[in-house]
């Protein structure tokens, strides 16, 4: 197995995750904070697809979904553009909310999307460009997209248990 189709799976096993955290949750569920510091599924899903969005964008030299497909507009936030949720105070992850899990899905669709075209034609050692030179040692396109899945993997397990704690209410 080739490394892009080990990134394009473990990518794939996040959109499986997303969907089983959002799947079936009404508004209330998913805005819900099970107490006033901390996140909501909402907030977990918006801010790493952002993260998705904003990095795999600035590595393949791409724009955001976000701000090309308008999903500020759709999602009427009232938060900066380029807002991923990075050090949100509880008062910001309380206006990161939605009027339906599609939206949130869909948003998260078309960053997955965007992320499968472009791990399709990445070649072994495109692994080794580096992306950030902002770090020390610099960071590699392969570092970048390990370090993504990382966040994602970590935020989604915080949906799914925001989820059944939820649901167990």
Same mark, same amino acid.
């Not at 080990?6 to 099970?34: C, F, K, Q, T």
């Not at 955001?64 to 936030?77: E, K, N, T, Y």
């Not at 399709?120 to 610099?138: G, Y």
């Given at each position: 197995?080739?490394?892009?189709?080990? !990134?394009?799976?473990?990518? @794939?096993?996040?959109? &499986? &995750?997303?969907?089983? +955290?959002? =799947?079936?949750?009404?508004?209330? &569920? *998913?805005?819900?904070?099970?107490?006033?510091?901390?996140?909501?599924?909402?907030?977990? /899903?918006?801010? *790493?697809?952002?993260?998705? $969005? $904003?990095?795999?964008? #600035? +590595?393949?030299? !791409?724009?955001?979904?976000? *701000?090309?497909?308008?999903?500020?507009?759709?999602?009427?936030?009232?938060?900066?553009?380029? #807002?991923?949720?990075? @050090?949100?105070?509880?008062?910001?992850?309380?206006?990161?909310?939605? =009027?339906?899990? #599609?939206?949130?899905?869909?948003?998260?669709?078309?960053?997955? &999307?965007?992320?499968? +075209?472009?791990?399709? #034609? %990445?070649?072994? =050692? $495109?692994?080794?460009?580096?992306? =950030?030179?902002?770090?020390?040692?610099?960071?590699?396109?392969?570092?970048? !997209? /390990?370090? /993504? !899945?990382?966040?994602? *993997?970590?935020?989604?397990?915080? +949906?799914?248990?925001?989820?059944?704690? %939820?649901? @167990?209410?």
């Amino acid at each position: 197995m080739h490394a892009k189709d080990v !990134l394009v799976d473990a990518y @794939g096993r996040i959109r &499986e &995750e997303v969907h089983a +955290a959002v =799947d079936g949750l009404s508004p209330d &569920e *998913l805005n819900a904070r099970i107490d006033d510091r901390t996140n909501s599924i909402t907030w977990l /899903v918006w801010h *790493l697809t952002r993260v998705q $969005d $904003d990095h795999v964008a #600035d +590595a393949f030299g !791409l724009k955001q979904v976000w *701000l090309s497909q308008d999903w500020p507009d759709r999602f009427a936030l009232g938060l900066p553009g380029r #807002d991923t949720g990075y @050090g949100h105070t509880p008062r910001q992850v309380a206006k990161v909310q939605v =009027d339906s899990g #599609d939206l949130l899905l869909g948003y998260y669709d078309a960053v997955h &999307e965007q992320t499968l +075209a472009a791990l399709r #034609d %990445l070649r072994a =050692d $495109d692994l080794d460009r580096i992306v =950030d030179e902002n770090w020390s040692p610099p960071v590699t396109l392969g570092a970048r !997209l /390990v370090s /993504v !899945l990382s966040d994602d *993997l970590q935020h989604v397990g915080q +949906a799914a248990f925001a989820r059944g704690i %939820l649901q @167990g209410r």
